[in-house]
């Protein structure tokens, strides 16, 4: 298999990238060649005549394409369409041939348990059947004939069953003898395992120029998948593929992976002199980065590698629990640089305000605005007065003790507060009766002086004189009026005071802290909480 | 706190402190009320009828045992009802309807004379129920009301027995004598005792005191009698005998312990005074240490005949009713008021008018050695009247000379004018130069 890597083949192929690769495109990506690989070429021809045999049910024709193919390139799915192809053909024992070769040319594949199962079973359907149990001997009842068993190396199509319990063993014309008592009943045929339904495997193969790039799937956070050149399965859905190579320009392509098809990707990178590549890591596994600019969201987390426009760069790392970090970085056009970013573990605490209910509130750290809650808010550690107000709720009071790298999120129920309305009523009913009251006294008051200028200037007013009466009762219902609008002023007043439920707050505890991490990425420090 | 809230509360601290001096307390009043110079009593609880109460009063001199300051005799005029009223020194009243088989015996009929019987240190008085012709006694201090049996009968020849009773030492005896009027005699109970005498034929011509059938029945109720030393001989009886349509007089008998004798008339100075002695009162007005004799000429005059009386004499002062006055004369009294030389003369009219209200009734009072002045008083009030007067109220119906003695042995206590009107009794406490009620 000589893999023709002229850029010239490459330029020829360029639009003729692979079957079913989606997106596939055009002639302005210069950089997507089709497969300079001739064998290559010749193992897809053949394949897909194998398949177009496989799908009309000649098995038998289709499984000397899929070995032809494999002649070309030795991929070892072919082998395996090989094997189904023959277990589809009823010859098992060349089905098994081929599990057996494809699991030696890859013995790791995903799918190597369900191979050997499949190999176990196949082995049971050729086994020879065990020997019959020699029934009693009965005169004049001929002994079975040997050889009337279906021959060894005649199994059992898949997906047909043995013979039937109980059914005639015995050879055609050797009825049991007139007259003889009726041979005895042959032991049950043992029952054979049923192969499960198969179908062929399709086949990606991913390459590039320069090879060695790194393949990724759908996006880079899930990290890389594997490098070029790549064969194998994939599942029978749309996946992204991107192809990263340092010194070299990324490529993304959009491909369809189907169980009948071979999908031949060849990607030829061009190289980006213009652009740098960075790779960026962390004492921090997982901070989120940041290039340039925060508002366009997260570009990815630690470890970072890719490709950046040369000139000056602002790096952000962001991690709870740690300081943000900030640097600037010089990427050079064409070269590739590594920064390893130190993130100091934060000095301070957090106190964060959660609950339904404080929705719309306000948090008050030390008689100071913290934040609109629910939310979270960063304080220095010790010891710290809280305050969650919202309008027509009461107030959560509380005081945390923070410590360094310690967040303690307070769950909070605030409780409705009670109507001042009623004690606004009342207290206006308590001025009416008080100035009632007032005004009675001031009646009383008069006709006591009155009686008493009538006494002291000589005027003969008898005891029986109705201003005693009327002075009496009025002072007297003025006190009472006193009373009552002093016990209805007083309840307003409680109702002035007066609150609700308390709010309430459960209070948890979390620890932020760094555990050592090794990676197939490299190494660095996690953060874990404590609870 | 939000600020609503703030102002409430502020305006209720301010309200309570502004309402602390306006808290008011109300036994102030009680305190005025004890102070009031006039104490107006009404009927006490079982009383015959609340509108017909004080139409007949009777100051008693007050008990030995200072047990109350004054009491007095309240009997209703159109039934029976009498009262016991006793004052204590603080000026308060209270009141005892009377009981008993005595007063259950006259069936209804009033008890319209009386006189105290002085000196027993109970108190007692003389009653006459005419319309019953009865006489009784009542002892205050055990609040018993007795019948007086006369030895010899008089009612059967003698209507209204009783319409008039008076005391006094006529005889010379130790013991007072009591003296009962009737329709057309009079009967003095020497020492007290139930035989009586009574004039003779001759001297009631003389002394002519049989009231006119054609009189109304009112002037028939209770006539004037009463005892003192009114002539220069010594004491005598004077019985006042109004006319219908003539004028009436006033007859004047001595007594001994066999006989009764005319001693003379005043006629009515003037031929319109019918009601010439339907009213008297003995007092010195002069200060001359002799009695002076008040004769009401209701309803429109007063005449004042200085002692010693000289039968056949023309009065000495006429006192004319003032204008609005309508049955002028029909109370009087005699006692001193302004704690000088010479008595006071309070002369009432039910009937006058005031301020608008017919027959509010009033008082008059007079004073000086003719009754000509009217305002040489510790207090410049010279009428009385009821400070919350009503029409018809009949004030002045009764006056008397109330004993108010704050603390035993009581000596020549200072008196208090008592005005009676159907539903009330009025005691004045500040006429005179002091208040005498304890404070």
Redesign the interface.
Known sequence: MTRVRSRYAALLLAAAVSVGASGSSTSARAAEEATPDKALNDAKEAFETAQTFFVRGEYDTAASKFLEAYNKKPYPAFLFNVAVSYEKAKQLEKAKEYFERYLQDDPNASDAAQVRLRLDVIGKLLAPPPPPVAAPTVAGAPPATPGTPAAPGAPPVPGESAPAPGAPTAAPGTPAAPGAPPPAPPPPAPVLPVLPDIDTKGLVVIDSKPQGATIYLNDKRSGPFGKTPWHGSLESKPVRLILESKGWKAEERQISPRSDKLIDVYIALSEEHYLGWIEITSNVVGADLFIDRKDIGAIGRTPFTGQLKPGKHTIFLERFGYEPLQEEIDVPAGTAMQHNLTMQKSQAGWVTITGKTTEGGRLIVDEKFGCTTPCRTQLAPGKHKILVEKKGFEDYETTVELGQGIETTIEVQMSPRPSRAHAVSTSIVALVIIGAGAYVGYLSDQNKNSLKSDISSGQLIDNGDSRFSYGKVEAIGADVLYGIGAIVAATAIYGFFEHGPDSTGVMEHRSITLAPLFGPEGTGLALGGRF | ??A??KF??G??GA??I??LP?????R???T?????????I?SPAGFSSSSDFAGILLPVTPPMDGSAAAWFLASATETTGLALVTIDAAGSSSGLTLTGSALDDLASDPVTAMAEIPGTGTGSALLGAPTASRLLTVDLESQTVSQFIPASPLTATEPLLGVGVAVGNLTGGAALDLVAASNSSVHVFVDGSTTDIAPGAADLISCPITLSGQLPDHDKSNRALLVGNLLASGPAIAIGTPGAAAPGSVSLFTATTSAVTCAGVLAAPAATDTGFGQTLAIGDFDGDGVPDLLVGAPPTRVYLYKGPIAPGAAPTTTIPAPAGNAAFGSALVAMNLDGKSGDEALVGDPGATINGLTGAGNVTIYTGANLTKTATMA???TV?T???ASSGQAYGTAVGALPFCVSAPCVAPPRLPLVGAPN?A?V?F??GPTDPRAM
């Open positions: 706190m939000r609503p809230a409430l509360l305006a209720f309200i309570a502004g309402a306006a808290a008011c307390d109300w102030e009043f009680d005025l009320q004890n102070q009031a110079p006039v104490l107006a009404d207090t410049p009030t009385l009821d400070h919350e009330k009025f004045y500040t006429l």
